[in-house]
């Protein structure tokens, strides 16, 4: 969750003092409680444009004029993301517990906000949600729903999933009038309900959290809420296709869900799952489920005719089967195209060079021929070429034991 203690809204005059540096200047006089309001605005205004250290200055220099409390939980709530922002935790952190201390109906809650997210981040939980149950005692729809959805966070690191269930429904509430939800309770609610949409999906409830989805969407349309819905959905569409698989149907139904169910756990990324799928298809009882599970899986493979019309299927077909089963198809293009490149390059220098001698384009010859053997279907392929010379010589098997390796 983002901070909103941001700079303060202004409370000084309708034009501020112009953002001079009070080193520019003679030593000027200790200011009274009535300049500690325009020192404020030059704070902000400095802050703004990046000059923290000099913010830092006048923030501290208003907080010692002594001001009315509201002036003073400004200068105090202002110095604090000033010090934040240069790096200093403990000394913002010191400033947000003064401006919370004031009680201030405006600055103290944005100090509580502001001081229990540096805890959590920082790890002090049990401190932090100390400082949200103060912020629910402060008042006001919106930070209400800070406070809510601080405590809903802490209470599941502790592991308590029905307590942190009490706090995100609150977190999530809306009042019954929409032109009352402030930007800060929109930003709120918008982030509470990505946070425990993401949750509920990672416990397997993927109804829970396309409903807590809806909630964030009905004050703010989010891209990340649209991405958490439609993974929502796409856990509802593996369980009804995973049902289907597993209701035994008829021989097209199953077949369909097998090829949509493999699917989806690949887009989901868990490609073991997704060749799971395959396999349990493809070792149906019924030898027509089976049947139509591997037409599924070969479906765009070319056919035997568009390969030149030779019996039997070729011999990488059992590589494209494994690729499409286990979503890895891009891998194993990436290493066809790499064999090629390779094979390429050793077969291009010698006719570029303008080779002739023998022994050099043999020794050529044979590298390109032995690129594809450390692969995993390297030997298929030698392997078709000695059954296709064979063949061509009257099937006599002309070639030594372990070519092309072994040369010969």
Not at 173 to 197: E, F, I, K, N, Q
């Amino acid at each position: 969750m983002t901070t909103t203690s941001g700079p303060p809204a202004r409370s000084g005059p309708a034009d501020p003092p112009s953002a001079t540096d009070p080193q520019d200047t003679a030593e000027p006089a200790a200011p009274s409680g009535r300049d500690a309001s325009g020192l404020c605005d030059q704070a902000q205004d400095l802050a703004e444009n990046g000059h923290l250290a000099r913010a830092a200055k006048l923030y501290r220099q208003a907080v010692a004029a002594n001001p009315h409390p509201h002036v003073q939980a400004r200068a105090l709530l202002g110095l604090a993301v000033v010090e934040d922002q240069r790096g200093d935790p403990p000394a913002a952190r010191e400033a947000a517990r003064r401006a919370l201390a004031t009680g201030d109906s405006r600055y103290a809650p944005r100090a509580a906000h502001h001081l229990a997210l540096s805890l959590e981040q920082d790890g002090e939980a049990a401190e932090a949600e100390h400082v949200w149950r103060r912020l629910l005692d402060l008042g006001g729809p919106a930070h209400t729903a800070v406070a809510h959805y601080g405590l809903a966070r802490a209470a599941e690191e502790r592991g308590d999933t029905d307590g942190a269930e009490e706090h995100w429904e609150a977190a999530l509430t809306l009042p019954p009038d929409p032109d009352a939800v402030s930007r800060l309770h929109a930003a709120t609610v918008a982030d509470a309900s990505r946070d425990l949409a993401g949750r509920l999906l990672g416990r397997g409830l993927p109804g829970a959290a396309a409903a807590a989805v809806e909630r964030g969407l009905s004050v703010v349309d989010d891209p990340g809420l649209r991405l958490l819905r439609a993974a929502a959905h796409l856990e509802h569409a593996i369980a009804d296709a995973g049902a289907v698989v597993d209701s035994e149907g008829g021989t097209g139904e199953t077949a369909a869900a097998v090829e949509l169910l493999a699917g989806l756990l690949a887009l989901r990324g868990d490609p073991a799952a997704a060749e799971r799928a395959w396999r349990l298809g493809l070792g149906d009882r019924d030898q027509d489920t089976a049947e139509e599970v591997r037409r599924r899986l070969r479906r765009g493979f070319a056919t035997p005719e568009e390969e030149g019309g030779e019996a039997g299927l070729p011999w990488w077909e059992p590589y494209l089967e494994e690729a499409v089963a286990t979503a890895s198809a891009p891998a194993l293009a990436g290493e066809l195209f790499a064999v090629i490149t390779r094979m390429h390059a050793l077969l291009a220098v010698p006719v570029v060079e303008g080779e002739s001698r023998p022994g050099a384009l043999r020794t050529a010859m044979e590298q390109a021929v032995r690129t594809p053997s450390e692969l995993v279907w390297g030997p298929g392929v030698h392997a078709d070429f000695r059954r296709r010379l064979s063949e061509a010589t009257g099937g006599r098997d002309v070639l030594p034991e372990g070519w092309p390796e072994n040369g010969g």
